[in-house]
């Protein structure tokens, strides 16, 4: 049996499923004798202690994994196990009446929850999904439910879950787990970064794959073309060891690009670039292959706290980064926040279109005390390796204009200060509203490069939110609107003799770079474990060819007649 | 048992970690601690009580502390609502 879904992690695995359902979670109700009292009040507690010891491994494991953030939100979940009012107010029902400690924590949880819900802040309604995680687990202890995933599954396990959440991630054993599938989530959502992060298959999107795989199950997930086979007969599976042998194969050529520049068979040199979110990656990055960092995500250093990062916190981010990639590029861009991703503590009012709204660059020319910060540590950093600085967002020259006077009032307090930064340090902006795309050459006289950030790009230009499923599929990165805007830009940029990055998903994909080399593109940044492979890629394609190959599938009428085309003409010619 | 008024300074109110951090100052000590905005009241040593309670910049909020080593509670508790803490 096979089910088809998104391929979100490259590679293949066949491994024993372990199956873990969205749970649900019943217990019966019952009235306790007054003798009973006592006892029923110990086996509550004990669930406590046991909960309590088990988040502290988790916490620990956490900590080691996934950084200090990550961990932050199991101490979290411990306060609450210490909480007199809560804790308290479960004895309190249990003695006075007489109830089991399942019912009195179940009525306790659930009028702690509905206050919180019903508080008109994102943050107190975070805090109630925590409490209903942490009443789970005194819940699970209660009853003896066990939470250990792999329940006798031998040798390689492949997890089959609802949803990776955070929790899980945590409580992974990274040594058994090879592979993931899961009903939900696309490209970008948390399980599909664990999986790439973690360097293992992984197939999201499948709908309803819990539903038709039992733990211990044989299953084969193909993170290359995003389907997971359900008990393959022994065919598939030598089918299957020859495509993973295969595949073993050609990473390991791709190994031995590590450190090749990315030059094309006609001797055109790019470069390729790595995205980033956070000062760990940059190290990944390097053993990816990445020349650069062509797209550094600032936003970690905001999210998941209770207030904004100082300047020297971001400034030892940064120079971190900086001094990880020594002389090479690292372009940091300037905070993204806003519109769909919230800070708890900026508080800023719910928006009918988040996506159109407050965001990025307009909120930091709003609140300049909080941009100025980013800048300063910036242009601190600046001093300790080869940083570039990028501002997300812009749709006009007077943005611009305004995100460079504030750049140049910070260097001038600086320089009052005698603190060093880099005089020469490159400012550009990124590409992804049509606006901008539309008038690049006037942007391009005020730029040192553009970066063209094609997620959005593509769905301001189609009017298409790419996570609503009735509408994605006109999320089109090969249609001739966005292809047209992007040559666009690259020819403004280039008359000022200005360079030009791509920092979206397409930059990495197989299909887009023999257009983006052709239309000019000089800097490619995708995730780090797409390096190699574009590099192979880059190494077999002629410029000279696939300038003329743009050219024409620019004149193609559909989205899908250009794929078509690069695909036959193209990769299907290529050795 | 000893009290006092306090005005929420912190620009985002008394949620998350600040919140956090007086709850685990007001547990090192052995007296008790009240907290009490308008007509709702709350232990100060939980932050279930705490968040209930919704302090936001500028709320008046009554502290009171009962037992042993009041004195020195209420002072650092006090301090504490006071504080900016970004």
């Known amino acids: ?575 | 048992m000893v009290s006092k008024t306090c005005v929420i300074q912190n620009p985002t109110g008394l949620h998350a970690r600040p919140a956090t951090l007086f709850v685990q100052k007001a547990t090192s000590f052995p007296a008790e601690v009240f907290l009490t905005k308008g007509t709702k009241r709350a232990n100060g040593k939980s932050i279930m009580g705490l968040m209930t309670l919704g302090l936001a910049k500028g709320d008046e909020v009554l502290l009171e502390v009962d037992g042993q080593q009041e004195n020195e509670a209420l002072a650092e508790l006090a301090a504490m609502l006071e504080t900016v803490y970004e």
């Open chain 1, 1 to 575: 049996m096979l089910q088809k879904g998104i391929a979100a992690a490259p590679g293949i695995v066949l491994g024993r499923a372990v199956v873990k359902k969205a749970e649900t979670i019943s217990y019966i109700r019952k009235t306790i004798a007054p003798d009973e009292v006592a006892s029923e009040l110990q086996r509550f507690r004990d669930s406590i202690q046991t909960a309590n010891a088990e988040l502290d491994a988790i916490k620990q494991k956490a900590k080691l994994e996934m950084g200090a953030e990550e961990a932050q939100i199991f101490e979290a979940h411990q306060m609450f196990l210490q909480d007199p009012e809560f804790v308290g107010a479960i004895e309190q029902k249990i003695e006075s009446e007489q109830i089991n400690a399942e019912a009195a924590l179940e009525e306790v949880r659930d009028s702690f929850v509905s206050i919180f819900e019903s508080m008109d802040n994102e943050y107190m309604r975070e805090r109630a999904a925590d409490l209903r995680d942490v009443s789970q687990r005194i819940m699970k202890k209660l009853l003896g439910i066990s939470d250990e995933l792999d329940t006798g599954v031998e040798g390689p396990v492949v997890l089959v879950v609802h949803d990776l959440t955070p929790s899980d991630t945590a409580s992974l054993d990274r040594d058994k787990v090879k592979g993931f599938a899961t009903n939900i989530g696309g490209r970008t959502s948390h399980s599909a970064i664990m999986a790439r992060s973690m360097e293992i298959p992984a197939v999201v999107g499948l709908s309803d794959i819990t539903e038709h795989v039992q733990t211990g199950d044989l299953v084969i997930v193909d993170g290359l073309s995003g389907v997971v086979h359900i008990r393959p007969d022994d065919a598939l599976i030598a089918e299957y060891e020859e495509k993973q042998k295969a595949y073993q194969k050609q990473k390991a050529e791709w190994a031995k690009l590590l450190h090749e520049p990315s030059v094309t068979a006609d001797g055109r040199q790019v470069e390729l670039a790595a995205n980033i979110g956070n000062p760990q990656d940059a190290v990944q990055a390097l053993e990816s292959g990445a020349e650069g960092i062509g797209l550094f995500r600032t936003e970690f250093l905001y999210m998941g706290r209770n207030n904004f990062p100082s300047e020297e916190e971001q400034f030892e981010a940064y120079k971190a980064v900086a001094v990880t990639m020594g002389e090479r590029g690292v372009v940091i861009r300037t905070l993204d926040i806003g519109g769909d991703k919230e800070l708890p503590y900026l508080e800023l009012p719910k928006e009918l279109n988040p996506f159109l709204g407050y965001r990025a660059i307009r909120l930091c020319l709003d609140q300049t005390d909080l941009f100025k910060t980013q800048l300063r540590a910036l242009l601190r950093a600046s001093a300790f390796g080869n940083i570039k600085i990028m501002y997300p967002m812009i749709a006009t020259l007077a943005e611009l204009r305004k995100a460079n006077s504030i750049l140049e009032e910070v260097k001038a307090e600086l320089r009052d200060q005698n603190i060093a930064f880099n005089e020469k340090l490159e400012v550009g902006i990124m590409i992804e509203i049509p606006a901008a795309a539309m008038v690049a050459d006037l942007l391009a006289k005020e730029v040192d490069f553009f970066s063209i950030g094609t997620n959005d790009l593509i769905q301001y230009t189609m009017a298409a939110d790419r996570m609503n499923e009735q509408v994605s599929y006109l999320y089109q990165p090969f249609n001739p609107a966005v292809l047209r805007l992007i040559h666009q830009v690259i020819e403004a940029a280039h008359k000022e003799g200005k360079w030009v990055g791509m920092c979206g998903e397409m930059a990495g994909e197989e299909l887009a770079i023999p257009i983006l080399l052709g239309l000019g593109l000089d800097e490619f940044s995708m995730s780090a474990s797409s390096i190699l492979r574009a590099r192979s890629l880059l190494k077999q394609l002629e410029y000279n060819k696939m300038e003329a190959v743009s050219k024409y599938v620019l004149t193609l009428g559909t989205a899908e007649e250009i794929r078509d085309y690069i695909q036959q003409e193209v990769l299907n010619r290529l050795a």
